[in-house]
């Protein structure tokens, strides 16, 4: 199967390349980027693939079958749509969309076109996500009644100034790059259950004064003063759905020199805390005593998953759990906590 990566910056190179490099069905045939020597460096890099910078081309192309589009979030939804439109199948990166009207309109294409559209929400091809779904699928938790989030780092924004604290370009800040992940597992754990009411509070706080901003790490690249920021460093929301109700407590940046990146699954007869991108404990009662115990998970590559799963479906014409339709809930939840915030009222979802 020929495949084409539109954008070959980090997450190309850490995840999506090697994956793919990986399967022994797959070859990839273009490497696209706006900067030229980024595309360029892939093709050395790897050892195959033509570097080209209009991703136009690699859509003429009817040898390509599938795409991964790697871009800033800016772009995803137009390349998406473009892609599914000239007939190739789409691995987009999270979120779907700066907005929610974006990801619908991907989802409208993808449903005229019949051609795949996942999002690359990974974590439900997670070993130790899976296993947690599997136990509440099972009845062990009894009633999930309520899930607590909580992605907080001690002033950690990502690159200051640049696409990541430009809402014009990533849409959102906290919410929207860590967030995404964490309201994904759990609706994801929870069997995607329809959110009715959000609301929230968005803060753009601490990297307000760039110049005055002290911080512990910035790993999308060095400080760019005279860039923007405009996107939200931390954020709270309380969503209720038709079945648990969320809570969300998330920050890029706090004044507390902690790092709390975890999920608590609240059942009346056990409870699960999920570390993310790690193990998970369990807490119940047995024989009438108090008890935790913590699962070993298979470990495998969540990304290779992923790819792989996602290059099957296109064979087979297997539906995801990755697929637009599932992931388009989490994009409404994320536009109702802004929607919150930008208005000071809890949004009623139809």
């Known amino acids: ?21 990986k399967n022994k069905d797959v070859e990839i045939k273009y490497f696209c980027d706006i900067i030229p020597e980024r595309a360029q460096a892939a093709v050395e890099k790897y050892g195959c693939g033509i570097a080209v910078t209009d991703y136009k081309e690699v859509l003429k192309d009817e040898e390509v079958e599938a795409v991964s589009v790697c871009t800033p979030n800016k772009a995803h939804a137009f390349i998406s749509i473009d892609c599914l439109k000239a007939g190739k199948n789409v691995l987009c990166e999270k979120p779907a969309a700066r907005i929610y009207k974006e990801a619908e309109q991907m989802q409208k294409a993808q449903h005229e076109s019949g051609k795949v559209l996942n999002i ?64 994904d597992i759990v609706m ?14 968005a803060f753009c706080k601490l990297g307000k004064d760039m110049k005055s901003y002290v911080y512990e790490s910035m790993w999308a690249g060095p400080p760019n003063y005279e860039g923007v920021y405009d996107v939200d460093d931390s954020v709270t929301g309380l969503i209720r759905t038709d079945g648990p109700v969320i809570t969300v407590n998330g920050a890029w940046a706090q004044n507390i020199g902690e790092r709390e990146m975890y999920i608590d699954f609240m059942g009346d007869k056990a409870g699960i805390r999920l570390q993310y991108g790690g193990d998970f404990t369990v807490y ?19 990304f290779e998953n992923e790819i792989n799963a996602f290059v099957d479906c296109i064979k087979t014409g297997k539906k995801l759990p990755s697929h637009i339709d599932t992931v388009i809930i989490t994009a409404k939840i994320m536009q109702a906590i802004y929607d919150s915030s930008e208005q000071h009222r809890e949004i009623v979802l139809e």
């Open 284 to 302: 119940t009662v047995e024989d009438g005593k108090l008890v935790n115990y913590k699962p070993e998970n298979e470990k495998s590559n969540m």
């Open 120 to 183: 690359g929400v990974v974590n439900r091809f997670n070993t130790a996500v899976n296993n947690i779904k599997k136990i509440i699928d099972s009845g062990k938790l009894g009633d999930v009644f309520h899930v607590y989030v909580s992605f907080r780092a001690h002033r950690s924004i990502p690159g200051l100034g640049g696409a990541f604290t430009t809402k014009e370009i990533a849409g959102g800040g906290a919410l929207i790059d860590w967030g995404v992940h964490f309201l």
């Open 188 to 201: 994801y754990c929870c069997g995607d259950p329809k959110p009715l009411t959000v609301t929230g509070e």
């Open 1 to 21: 199967m020929k495949v084409a990566i539109i954008g070959c910056g980090t997450i190309a190179n850490s995840a999506h390349i090697p994956a793919y490099m």
